[in-house]
C-alpha cells in the first residue's frame, strides 16, 4: 500500500484546495502524468474523479487558446484508492481548428479509464438552445447537507461518517429524495451545485471540476422510478460510460442547475441525461451517462 494521503480538510475553503490539488495532475513525462489521491478516500475511487484529473492532463498538451468543448470517458475497472492514477496521453490529430487527445488512466499496470477529448479554437456560429426548466432559486432551497444531518439516525453505522461528511461540491436538490427509504417517482429531477469556495480565474480548472462533479446525482435518476438506492445496500451500481459537451464559458464557484432524466433502463444499465444551466439561463453543458444497475440478491 502506498503512503496514505493527508486526511479531508474541515472548512469549505481548505476542502476546495484539497479538490484543487486532486485535480491538478503532476507531469512525469513527456504526455504522463500522475494524478493524486482523494484525501479520507477508501476503497473504490469516485468516478468523477478520474475524468477530471484525465481532462486535466489532456488540458495541459494543448495550445492555450484551444479549450475542451467534448470528452467521452469508458470505465473498465474500479479504480483503487490506495495507489495514485498514472495518465497517458495521445496526441491523435492537431488542426488549425480542433484539436483530438486519447487519454489511458492506469493502476497497476492496467488500463481503468480510455477517454478522448477533443478541443477547439472559440468561434462564433449559429446559436439556439434548450429553455431552463422553471425551478426554484437555489437561495430558497436547503444543502443536501442539512437534508442528510436531519435523518443521521436513519444511516447504518458503518455509513454514517462517510454520508455526513462535509464536501467540497455544496448541493441544493430541489425535490429531496430520502436515501434510505426512496418512493417511486418519474426519473427526473433538478440540483443546483457548485464548489463551495471561491476558484482562481483558470478556465481549464472550472471545467474540469464541473466535469468531476457531473457524476453527482446522475446516476441515480435512472433508480427513481424503482424506488431503489445504493445506499439501501440492495443495488450494485457503477458507471460505465460518461460524456461531457462544454458548449459555453461558466464559473463552476457561481450556482449552476444540474437537470437529469432517464428515458430507459433494462438488462441492469441504466441510461441518464444532464443538462446544466446557468443562473442566467445559458445551457452550459450537456452530459449523459450509462452505469450498471444489478439488483442483488
Known amino acids: 500500500?502506498?503512503?496514505?494521503?493527508?486526511?479531508?480538510?474541515?472548512?469549505?475553503?481548505?476542502?476546495?484546495?484539497?479538490?484543487?490539488?486532486?485535480?491538478?495532475?503532476?507531469?512525469?513525462?513527456?504526455?504522463?502524468?500522475?494524478?493524486?489521491?482523494?484525501?479520507?478516500?477508501v476503497g473504490r475511487v469516485f468516478g468523477g474523479q478520474v475524468i477530471a484529473q484525465a481532462l486535466q492532463a489532456a488540458q495541459r498538451s494543448v495550445e492555450d487558446d484551444k479549450a475542451a468543448h467534448s470528452l467521452h470517458a469508458y470505465f473498465m475497472r474500479p479504480g483503487d484508492e490506495d495507489h495514485p492514477i498514472i495518465y497517458r496521453?495521445?496526441?491523435?490529430?492537431?488542426g488549425r481548428s480542433f484539436a483530438n487527445r486519447r487519454i489511458i488512466a492506469m493502476q497497476k499496470g492496467k488500463p481503468i479509464l480510455n477517454m478522448t477529448a477533443?478541443?477547439?479554437?472559440?468561434?462564433?456560429?449559429?446559436h439556439h438552445?434548450?429553455?431552463?426548466?422553471?425551478?426554484?432559486?437555489p437561495d430558497q432551497l436547503?444543502?443536501?447537507?442539512?437534508?442528510?444531518?436531519?435523518?443521521?439516525?436513519?444511516?447504518?453505522?458503518k455509513l454514517r461518517r462517510f454520508f455526513l461528511r462535509a464536501r467540497p461540491i455544496e448541493i441544493r436538490p430541489v425535490n429531496p429524495r430520502n436515501w434510505f427509504?426512496?418512493?417511486?417517482?418519474?426519473?427526473?429531477?433538478?440540483?443546483?451545485?457548485?464548489?463551495?469556495?471561491p476558484l482562481p480565474d483558470d478556465p481549464s480548472l472550472h471545467r474540469a471540476m464541473l466535469a468531476y462533479a457531473t457524476d453527482m446525482t446522475?446516476?441515480?435518476?435512472?433508480?427513481?422510478?424503482?424506488?431503489?438506492?445504493?445506499?439501501?445496500?440492495?443495488?450494485?451500481?457503477a458507471s460505465l460510460d460518461h460524456a461531457v459537451w462544454l458548449h459555453e464559458p461558466f464559473r463552476f464557484d457561481e450556482w449552476l442547475l444540474y437537470?437529469?432524466?432517464?428515458?430507459?433502463?433494462?438488462?441492469?444499465?441504466?441510461?441518464?441525461?444532464?443538462?446544466?444551466?446557468?443562473?442566467?439561463?445559458?445551457?452550459?453543458?450537456?452530459?449523459?451517462?450509462?452505469?450498471?444497475?444489478?439488483?442483488?440478491?
Open 259 to 297: 437537470t437529469t432524466d432517464s428515458p430507459w433502463s433494462g438488462h441492469t444499465r441504466g441510461f441518464n441525461r444532464g443538462q446544466i444551466f446557468s443562473r442566467d439561463g445559458r445551457l452550459v453543458a450537456s452530459v449523459t451517462q450509462e452505469g450498471l444497475i444489478r439488483l442483488k440478491e
Open 181 to 197: 427509504k426512496p418512493e417511486k417517482q418519474p426519473a427526473l429531477q433538478h440540483s443546483w451545485f457548485r464548489v463551495a469556495a
Open 142 to 157: 436547503r444543502s443536501e447537507r442539512e437534508l442528510r444531518a436531519e435523518i443521521q439516525d436513519q444511516v447504518p453505522e
Open 129 to 137: 438552445q434548450d429553455a431552463m426548466p422553471d425551478v426554484p432559486d
Open 1 to 41: 500500500m502506498a503512503d496514505s494521503p493527508p486526511e479531508r480538510a474541515a472548512t469549505p475553503e481548505a476542502q476546495v484546495e484539497q479538490l484543487i490539488e486532486l485535480l491538478t495532475v503532476e507531469e512525469i513525462d513527456t504526455d504522463l502524468y500522475r494524478g493524486a489521491r482523494q484525501p479520507g478516500g
Open 118 to 126: 477533443s478541443f477547439q479554437t472559440p468561434a462564433e456560429g449559429l
Open 89 to 94: 496521453v495521445v496526441r491523435d490529430f492537431e
Open 218 to 237: 446522475l446516476l441515480g435518476t435512472c433508480m427513481m422510478p424503482h424506488g431503489v438506492s445504493w445506499m439501501q445496500g440492495n443495488v450494485q451500481t
